[in-house]
């Protein structure tokens, strides 16, 4: 299991633009695939986005894609989810993931390691 610590989150305007970080500890960050979530006030656990242990495959939720990017940095044990045109739907806690496999992401699944989250509040 990899420790993560989510930071970035704060009160932004819609329409603007925020960028999330998920800090990993340990040394075998590049062995995961990593993936974002998010749970809204009143809703269940939403996935928002996937990527593979070295960058090369991204996987998004149909209402982040083209608005959010996802991607990481191996060396500094970092994975960042850009986000843009935000608009209030995308209030939430954003939590950080890793799984031993990207495939879990492709079945819709999460895995075991979870940050604690970063509350995003987008104002109208």
Not at 33 to 48: N, T
Not at 108 to 114: C, D, P, Y
Request: contains cysteine.
């Amino acid at each position: 299991q990899v420790q993560l610590v989510e930071s970035g989150g704060g009160l932004v305007q819609a329409g603007g633009s925020l960028t999330l970080s998920c800090a990993a500890s340990g040394r075998t960050f590049s062995s995961y695939a990593m993936g974002w979530f998010r749970r809204a006030p009143g809703k269940e656990r939403e996935f928002v986005a996937a990527i593979d242990r070295i960058g090369r495959s991204t996987l998004y939720a149909d209402s982040m894609k083209g608005r959010f990017t996802i991607s990481r940095d191996n060396a500094k044990n970092t994975v960042y989810l850009q986000m843009n045109r935000l608009n209030p739907e995308d209030t939430a806690v954003y939590y950080c993931n890793g799984a031993t496999t990207y495939a879990i992401y492709l079945r819709g699944s999460t895995g075991n390691s979870w940050g604690q989250g970063t509350q995003v509040t987008v104002s109208s």
